[in-house]
C-alpha cells in the first residue's frame, strides 16, 4: 500500500483545524468552517482551495504539438501561445484516461495538468505513448504546488492581497511571471463555475501566497468538499464519475472537446463510430421531486423498476436548493422531463430528466 503523500499546504490546513481525509492519494482538506459556507464564499466573494495535489507535466520539443495532439481530443493547432485548451486523453475504445487542461506556451512546448488520482496511470500512458515522437516529457508534480482563488471578488484579491496584476487575462488564458525572484504561472481558470484564477509555482511561494490570502481575511479557505458540489452544480464533470476509462467523453455530453477533424488522435475511430451510430449511454441531471438525497452508484430506475442506469453525483444543491444527480444511463430514457426513479436505500424517489447544468456559470466574459 503506498504512502499518503502531503500537498506543501498540509501543516497549514492542520492548524486551522480543518477535517482531513484522503483524495487522490493525498491528505486533503474536505472542510474548514463547513461546506455550505465555503460553497457560498465561492459564489458570493472569494475562496481559496489547496489543490497542490493535482499533477503537471511539460512536454517539449520538435514534434511536442503533433504528439499532443497526437494524445489529446482537443486541437492544440488551433491556439497560440498564451491560451489553454479542456479535453480528454482517451484509450483506442474511446473511453476517458484523464480529462486535463493544456496550457500552449509556444508551438513545441506544452503544459499539462492531470488529475491527482491518475498521475501514475497518466504519465505512464504519456511516456509510452511519446515513442516515434520527438519530444521530452518532464514530470513536474512533485516540485510544484497550485492555488485555485474562485469567485466574484477574485480578481480584486489577486491583484490587491498578492500583488498578481491579471485583470488583463481573459478566460482560459494564461501568463508567465516572476515574483519576487521566483517563476509563477497563473491562468484565469477554475473549477466552480465562478471567475477566478489558478496559480503554479513552487512550494515556499505557494505558501507565502497562501500565508498571504489568510492574513488578509479576503478569501475563505475551502476544502475539496464545496469544490465538488460547486463544480457539480454548473455540470463540470469529475474523473471517476462522470469520465472514466469506460465512459466516452460523447456518453458524457462533452463532444465539443472532441477534434474529428483531426487527422489522428487515440480513441478517433471509437469516438467517431458512437458520434455517427449513437452512444448507448447519456448523462443527464435529474431533480428529484423530494427532498432525498442520491448519491453515487445508487440505481436509476424506469417506471417498470427495471434498472436503467447509475447516480454519477447527487447533492442537495446549496445553490438551488433542489434534490439533484447527474446519472449515466441507457440513451432512450435521457430525454427531457422524462420520469425515472431513483433506489435510495431501500425506497424509490421519482425523479425527472433534466439538463446537467443546474446553475448558471459567471465567468468572465
Known amino acids: 500500500m503506498s504512502e499518503t503523500k502531503l500537498t506543501c499546504l498540509h501543516d497549514r490546513h492542520v492548524?486551522?483545524?480543518?477535517?482531513?481525509?484522503?483524495f487522490g492519494g493525498f491528505d486533503m482538506p474536505i472542510q474548514y468552517e463547513g461546506i455550505v459556507e465555503e460553497h457560498?464564499?465561492?459564489?458570493?466573494?472569494?475562496?481559496?482551495?489547496?489543490?497542490?495535489?493535482?499533477?503537471?507535466?511539460?512536454?517539449?520539443?520538435?514534434?511536442?504539438?503533433?504528439?499532443?495532439n497526437h494524445i489529446f481530443s482537443n486541437d492544440v493547432s488551433a491556439i497560440v501561445p498564451g491560451q489553454i485548451l479542456y479535453g480528454m486523453m482517451l484509450n483506442e475504445a474511446g473511453g476517458t484516461v484523464d480529462d486535463l487542461l493544456v496550457y500552449k506556451r509556444a508551438d513545441n512546448d506544452y503544459f499539462l495538468v492531470i488529475n491527482a488520482a491518475n498521475i501514475d496511470k497518466d504519465v505512464a500512458w504519456i511516456m509510452t505513448n511519446a515513442e516515434g515522437y520527438d519530444v521530452t516529457v518532464e514530470h513536474l508534480s512533485d516540485s510544484l504546488g497550485e492555488l485555485a482563488i474562485q469567485g466574484p471578488e477574485a480578481e480584486a484579491?489577486?491583484?490587491?492581497?498578492?500583488?498578481?496584476?491579471?485583470?488583463e487575462l481573459e478566460f482560459y488564458t494564461f501568463k508567465e511571471s516572476l515574483l519576487d525572484g521566483k517563476h509563477i504561472l497563473v491562468s484565469r481558470t477554475g473549477y466552480t463555475g465562478e471567475d477566478g484564477f489558478e496559480i503554479y509555482a513552487d512550494h515556499d511561494t505557494i505558501v507565502a501566497l497562501w500565508d498571504a490570502l489568510m492574513e488578509s481575511g479576503r478569501a475563505k479557505p475551502c476544502g475539496l468538499g464545496c469544490r465538488d458540489t460547486l463544480r457539480f452544480e454548473v455540470g463540470l464533470p469529475l474523473y471517476g464519475d462522470e469520465l472514466a476509462d469506460d465512459i466516452s467523453p460523447v456518453e458524457a455530453g462533452l463532444s465539443m472537446f472532441v477534434k474529428l477533424d483531426k487527422p489522428e488522435?487515440?480513441?478517433k475511430e471509437a469516438v467517431l463510430k458512437q458520434k455517427t451510430e449513437g452512444a448507448p449511454r447519456k448523462l443527464i441531471g435529474l431533480e428529484l421531486l423530494d427532498r432525498a438525497i442520491p448519491r453515487h452508484g445508487y440505481e436509476v430506475l424506469n417506471d417498470a423498476d427495471e434498472v436503467v442506469g447509475y447516480v454519477t453525483t447527487g447533492y442537495r444543491g446549496i445553490s438551488v436548493d433542489k434534490s439533484i444527480a447527474a446519472a449515466l444511463v441507457l440513451t432512450p430514457y435521457a430525454v427531457k422531463d422524462t420520469e425515472l426513479k431513483i433506489r435510495i436505500r431501500r425506497k424509490t424517489f421519482l425523479a425527472r430528466v433534466t439538463a446537467k447544468k443546474f446553475y448558471k456559470k459567471s465567468y468572465k466574459k
Open 15 to 22: 492548524a486551522l483545524g480543518a477535517q482531513m481525509t484522503p
Open 40 to 68: 457560498n464564499a465561492v459564489r458570493n466573494a472569494c475562496g481559496v482551495f489547496d489543490v497542490s495535489h493535482m499533477g503537471e507535466v511539460l512536454i517539449t520539443g520538435s514534434d511536442a504539438g503533433r504528439y499532443v
Open 157 to 167: 484579491v489577486v491583484e490587491q492581497v498578492l500583488g498578481i496584476q491579471c485583470r
Open 265 to 267: 488522435f487515440i480513441g
